[in-house]
């Protein structure tokens, strides 16, 4: 089964002519320019150029995936010193240009790696992420100075010969590459990949859950940043012919998330624009009125970030759009809608049915502190099965399905999934072992559009591409039964912020069995849809138990739903199984009516 | 080896209380706030108030402290309130404020080093040699204000309610706690005791509009190993600074110097909870 | 590309492709239609790249200054050549990025005839291969750790060579100190010092028991006090960062206690008097101190006063030999007949100037030997000349450079 979407074309088949146009007569004024401005101006661009592109790499980062960094100024660092170093120490000729380019880039790729595996496991805080990319350049900094005749220590290293060419062809380099590297980066964000960053930056844990490793996503993402960084690092000292520790340092580190903040997060033209405008408009003002000129930036960045988050380049940008369509020039685009193709491409192989336990947990505990959550849960579930766990608020359902989810969760107890036993690993090696979980409360990528979630899902799949975007969605005979009885599939370019509760519950629910998991974890699938919705993700799930050997643990409240869709009921109760067994013992069970007289009927939603 | 544990003692107690002001703030509003150095700065300043006014060199504490509670409750109300649903946002926009302080103090005092008068200043013989009367005056400080601290906050109303938001804050709104005037509390009292700290140790350090910044990073490092907790601050404190001084004194200087931060981050690799007990 | 040692390199380079670099072409195209109609110029324009903002942010205003009443008294005096001079100032941040920015603004936007600058050694690197490019004289007036050569380099200022011996040299004979501890901050300059006085204190039969970098920004000098205390030295020379480290390591020592002789490489006086009275005792080695006893010196003294009032900076080390290399430039425009920077090198090493600090040439590998005083702090702040050296040797500092 797969759905079509029109909306989304490969991406440079996208690229508009109009965007065309604007890049063509950049590359002809990165050409021409050294021969019609001001030489001073072109040596202060030359080096806003290079500066841009670190700032394009902090965006990416910061801007897209939600990693601030201060650190990106010690790959600059590298770069810049591995060039000065091997022609100061080494020596100039056309192979050592080379070998200090190669050099500095893996040098700085090999630091990113390093920082990826410091800051990036899971479940690091952003905060640690931050404090750690700070800790980087003081750490570079502080190696350089203690380098001595070496490294240059504070004075840095000036006068070693480097590549012979003229201002005009580094005007060319530095712009032309800044506009590749731009243009690159466009059709990067805009892909699948691209995509992917954002709803890192959105929803990680999400990520998580769909079987995406997102901390080796932000440690690829950090090490080629760090590459590209590196580069220009590497033609800046090429160019101005001299390095200094302040390259590697911590204040340029902020100044560029400071560019990027006030040029605009999450855009690409804010962060170029901002960096080469502010670095200008410094070069001609700081000079005269250094601590003013400071005081005025600190003040602008805290009002950008207190109200405008998304930068002033975007601000101007929706001003001039705004006044363009106000005269009729300008038309928003078509909001995209998707059309749903049928095709005979059904689920691929089926689980065979196999008697072989699905879930095989024993003696699982969980403890807070002193506090014991979950105790000595034992518990079997078979391909086919249908589990339904209920049970008085704070019993631990969702306790136990996070246990059976994340490896690091539970405190003791062991957990087999499909036959691979539970060590402490991530969700996303979960999702590997076969696990799906659809959480509480809905749980999507509110920039992304109900397509981009959806082709997300499957990405382990099919691999996401960093240059294109699918135009077919291939999804499982279920998610597309789910998507079309609630009516997703006609908003498919909407982005999930604008949808409701419930369609957020469906584009989860779907985006999960776009997984193609083999047993499912769904906690109250159902809350906030329709009767009818309702019945029919029960008869989903009863279909996908009965005919497709799905293993379903569900964790449910409304006793109704429970009776007429289970094939086994468990009963939790402080922490405790209290009661295993069919609809039918349960709903009788004396037991039952106990747990639940201190907290409400059976069945009643809190 | 005396005077290494000496040595050992009082850079703890200093790192102790130049840290507990973040600590504190953190722990409540879970941001770090990175004008934490400009709150030092502002407290060095406010004892060269003091110093220029003619007042008693003593009466530097409390008018730095009092400048840190007001100036910090002004930062949360204005700046920081608005970010609570955007974390690194916040630390940015307190950065981006440590920049103007840093100027604004440039601005009105100029750039050069200021003097500042000292209540108490020469060494004592101790341990066959001379030891710093102020450093161990400064320890006294620090053990004083970390009493405090814990008094307050395992002994008092507020402080009852600041670790109900620190454990939980939806439990703790819950439960009626104001979790608004609870963080606004905490970010004046954490500015107040950096403030507080940035004029006890000027008698060592310089008094410059930077002089917050070498502090900053050792801070964020050792309230990241604490969590939210005072006790782990103390240890890590001496734990952390025991280990730089060690590795200075045995070592080098310049390695000691990156100590702190280093060994923090591997620390909270391995360990995430870092010195938080249980 | 070529293949080259670098400093030769670079200016050959520069020499034998001005096709190729265009760039230069332009700003010699530029250079010569500005000056050929040589009374078409009505100024010749000083460019002072200095560290407004950073780290040499509390010196650079006298730096300023100076450079202001040189400029005054000579425009005053009719000029030079009949011409007036005029001072452009540019903030370098006390760095390299900075510098790079603040010579590109005034060698190729204000299109400066010469550039007169106290700056961080980082600054000045980072200017070299601008002011190369753009072929303009400069004069660098901060004293410095030693053998920055440059074609278009002077340096008016002092290096280790002379700044060291008068200290040392008074500890061994008249304090008879045998043992030494010195203690600096990892930079160029710190390194650069010590490196030296160890040279020099070994050279003379002295003994260094123990030599100790700090990080640049060092704010805590407790290890370091500690193994001062357990070597127990004569006499201790320390060489930090100046501003902060500085304060920090005089406070800290004197609040442990410790009364060892202590000379100062890197304090100026208004960092000693900002200090209190931590700095008591501190011997410094200077080439300009404001209690020297000339009568140039009172009247320059006298007409800072004058000038700036209330405004003025203290005049110091590094503000003085700016004002002096102005008239040093000045000599060298009237002894060229015009402002060519080719010429003025070649003749930047003939002309003097009697200034405050007394004659100045940079007569040796484009640096100068200077007189040198002995200073100690007193307990109000100033500082009380001991002794005087003149004419101390700047030795081999650039050997390729007549």
């Given at each position: ?111 990113a790696g390093l920082v990826g595996w410091l800051a990036f496991y899971y479940g690091a805080s952003p905060l640690y992420i931050a404090v750690v990319t700070l800790v980087l350049p003081i750490v570079a900094t502080q190696l350089v100075l203690s380098g001595g ?127 080469i405008l502010l670095d200008v408009v410094s070069a001609y003002l700081s000079g005269s009125m250094p601590f003013v000129w400071k005081l005025a930036i600190g003040s602008v960045f805290v009002g950008v970030i207190l109200f405008l988050p998304n930068g002033l ?294 | ?278 | ?136 004289p400069f004069i660098y007036t901060s004293f410095y750790e030693g053998r920055s050569c440059n074609k278009y380099l002077y340096v008016d200022a002092w290096v280790p060579d002379q700044q060291v011996a008068p200290i040392v040299d008074h500890f061994m004979d ?229």
């Amino acid at each position: 089964m797969a759905i079509e979407m029109t909306s989304t074309a490969p991406i440079i088949r996208s690229l508009p002519w109009g965007k065309g146009a604007v890049v063509a007569v950049l590359a002809v004024a990165s050409l021409i320019g050294p021969y019609v401005l001001d030489p001073y101006l072109v040596n202060v661009l030359i080096r806003s150029f290079f500066y841009a592109s670190v700032a394009l790499t902090v965006d990416l980062l910061w801007g897209y995936t939600g990693i601030l960094t201060f650190g990106q100024s010690t790959f600059f660092g590298i770069g810049a010193y591995a060039a000065a170093l091997v022609f100061t120490h080494v020596g100039f000729d056309p192979g050592m240009v080379w070998l200090a380019l190669v050099g500095g880039v893996a040098v700085a790729v090999a630091v990113a790696g390093l920082v990826g595996w410091l800051a990036f496991y899971y479940g690091a805080s952003p905060l640690y992420i931050a404090v750690v990319t700070l800790v980087l350049p003081i750490v570079a900094t502080q190696l350089v100075l203690s380098g001595g005749t070496f490294t240059g220590s504070s004075s840095g290293l000036v006068g070693f010969t480097v590549i012979d060419l003229g201002i005009e062809a580094w005007f060319s380099i530095a712009a032309g590459g800044l506009l590749v590297l731009t243009v690159a980066t466009w059709i990067f964000v805009n892909s699948e990949m691209g995509r992917l960053l954002v709803a890192i930056r959105d929803n990680e844990q999400r990520c998580q859950y769909l079987g995406i490793s997102s901390s080796r996503v932000k440690t690829y993402l950090m090490m080629a940043t760090a590459a590209v960084a590196a580069m220009a690092g590497f033609g800046y000292a090429n160019f101005t012919m001299v390095v200094a520790p302040e390259m590697t340092g911590f204040v340029f580190g902020t100044e560029l998330v400071i560019w990027v903040a006030l040029g605009g997060r999450g855009t690409l033209i804010g962060p170029v624009v901002g960096t080469i405008l502010l670095d200008v408009v410094s070069a001609y003002l700081s000079g005269s009125m250094p601590f003013v000129w400071k005081l005025a930036i600190g003040s602008v960045f805290v009002g950008v970030i207190l109200f405008l988050p998304n930068g002033l380049v975007p601000m101007v940008g929706n001003f001039i759009r705004g006044g363009l369509r106000r005269v009729g020039m300008w038309w928003p685009e078509a909001v995209a809608v998707a059309d749903i193709t049928p095709m005979a491409h059904g689920i691929e192989g089926a689980q065979a049915y196999t008697d072989a336990p699905a879930l095989d947990i024993s003696h699982l505990e969980k403890r807070f502190g002193s506090l014991t959550v979950l105790e000595d849960i034992n518990l079997v579930t078979r391909p086919g099965e249908l589990v339904s766990l209920v049970g008085p608020n704070g019993a631990g359902k969702t306790t136990l399905i996070r246990c059976l989810s994340d490896g690091f969760e539970r405190t003791s107890g062991s957990v087999i999934i499909n036959g691979n036993t539970l060590d402490r690993q991530p969700p996303y090696d979960c999702v590997a072992f076969g696990v799906g979980r659809k959480f509480q409360a809905a749980n999507v990528f509110d920039s992304l559009t109900v397509a981009e979630c959806l082709r997300l899902a499957r990405n382990r799949h099919e691999p996401l591409s960093a240059i294109r975007r699918s135009r077919v969605l291939n999804l499982p005979e279920p998610a597309v039964r789910v998507i079309r009885t609630t009516g997703l599939d006609k908003i498919m370019g909407t982005e999930a912020r604008h949808l409701s509760h419930g369609m957020k519950q469906a584009l989860e629910l779907s985006m999960v069995l776009a997984l193609e998991p083999s047993i499912l974890m769904l906690d109250e699938p159902t809350a906030g849809l329709t009767k009818a919705e309702r019945h029919l993700i029960g008869d989903i799930l009863v279909d996908l138990a009965k005919h497709d050997a799905f293993c379903i643990l569900l964790v449910e409240h409304d006793l109704d739903f429970v009776r007429q869709i289970s094939t086994r009921v468990v009963v939790l109760h402080h922490g405790r199984i209290v009661l295993d067994g069919s609809v039918a013992d349960v709903v009788g069970s004396e037991l039952v009516q106990q747990v639940y007289a201190g907290s409400g009927k059976f069945g009643e939603r809190k | 080896m005396q005077v290494l544990i000496l040595d050992i003692v009082t850079t703890a107690a200093i790192l102790f209380a130049v840290s507990c002001g973040l600590l504190i703030s953190f722990g409540v509003l879970k941001i770090i706030n990175f004008a934490h150095g400009a709150f030092l700065t502002i407290g060095g300043y406010s004892a060269l108030v003091v110093t220029q006014m003619g007042w008693d060199p003593l009466l530097a504490y409390p008018f730095s402290l009092l400048v840190g509670l007001v100036l910090g409750a002004a930062v949360e109300r204005f700046i920081v309130k608005p970010l609570y649903d955007r974390p690194l946002d916040a630390i940015l926009a307190t950065w981006g404020l440590g920049i103007v302080i840093s100027q604004v103090i440039t601005i009105v005092f100029g750039r050069g080093v200021q003097f500042v008068q000292s209540p108490v200043t020469g060494a004592v013989e101790l341990f066959d040699g001379s030891y710093s009367v102020y450093r161990l005056a400064a320890t006294g400080g620090a053990v004083i204000i970390g009493g405090l601290l814990a008094l307050l906050m395992h002994r008092t109303r507020l402080g009852l309610n600041a670790r109900a938001v620190i454990m939980n804050e939806n439990l703790a709104q819950a439960l009626g706690i104001n979790s608004s005037s609870v963080r606004l509390i905490a970010f004046g009292l954490g500015a107040g005791l950096a403030s507080l700290a940035g004029a006890i140790i000027t008698p060592l350090s310089s008094v410059d509009p930077n002089m917050g910044v070498p502090w900053l990073v050792n801070a964020f490092m050792l309230v990241l190993v604490a969590g939210s907790s005072l006790l782990a601050l103390l240890i890590g404190s001496v734990v952390l600074g025991g280990l730089q001084l060690v590795i200075s004194t045995y070592g080098s200087p310049i390695l000691g110097g990156l100590t702190i931060a280093v060994a923090a981050a591997l620390l909270l690799r391995i360990r995430p909870k870092g010195f938080v007990l249980d | 590309m070529s293949r080259s040692r670098p400093e030769a390199s670079l200016r050959g380079r520069l020499a034998a492709i001005p096709s190729r670099r265009a760039f230069l072409g332009a700003a010699m195209v530029l250079a010569s239609a500005v000056s050929l109609p040589a009374q078409a110029q009505e100024t010749i324009k000083i460019g002072v790249p200095v560290g407004l903002s950073g780290a040499n942010s509390v010196v650079a205003p006298s730096v300023v200054q100076s450079a202001e009443l040189a400029v005054e008294e000579i425009n005053a005096a009719g000029g030079v050549l009949g011409k007036k001079l005029e001072l452009v100032v540019a903030d370098d941040g006390s760095g390299a990025a900075g510098a790079q920015k603040a010579f590109d603004q005034l060698v190729f936007r204000d299109k400066v005839n010469v550039l007169i600058s106290m700056e961080t050694s980082a600054a000045r690197n980072a200017g070299l291969p601008i002011v190369s490019r753009g072929k303009v004289p400069f004069i660098y007036t901060s004293f410095y750790e030693g053998r920055s050569c440059n074609k278009y380099l002077y340096v008016d200022a002092w290096v280790p060579d002379q700044q060291v011996a008068p200290i040392v040299d008074h500890f061994m004979d008249k304090n008879s100190a045998k043992t030494f501890f010195l203690v600096g901050s990892d930079y160029a300059f710190g390194r650069g010092m010590l490196e030296f006085s160890r040279k020099y204190i070994e050279s003379r039969g002295g003994k260094i028991l123990g030599e100790e970098y700090a990080p640049m920004d060092a704010t805590d000098w407790t290890p370091i006090i500690s193994k001062i205390r357990s070597a127990n030295p004569d006499a201790l020379i320390t060489s930090t960062a100046g501003g902060a480290p500085n304060v920090t390591l005089t406070k800290q020592l004197r609040a442990a206690g410790i009364d060892k002789l202590y000379g100062n490489l890197a304090v100026d006086e208004g960092t000693a008097k900002s200090m209190g009275a931590d700095a008591t005792g501190i011997y410094i080695s200077a080439s300009y101190l404001t209690s020297i006893d000339s009568a140039e010196n009172k009247t320059f003294l006298a007409a800072m006063g004058k000038k700036f009032g209330s405004g003025l900076k203290t005049p110091n080390d590094l503000s003085v030999p700016q004002y002096e290399a102005v008239y040093l430039y000045k000599a060298a425009v009237e002894k060229v007949g015009g402002t060519d920077a080719e010429k003025i090198i070649d003749v930047l090493d003939d002309v003097s100037f009697k200034g405050p600090r007394g004659v100045i040439q940079m007569s040796k590998q484009r640096h100068a030997p200077l007189t040198m005083y002995l200073g100690q702090v007193k307990p109000d702040g100033s500082v009380e000349v001991i002794a005087s050296f003149a004419d101390v040797d700047p030795g081999d500092q650039c050997p390729n450079l007549k």
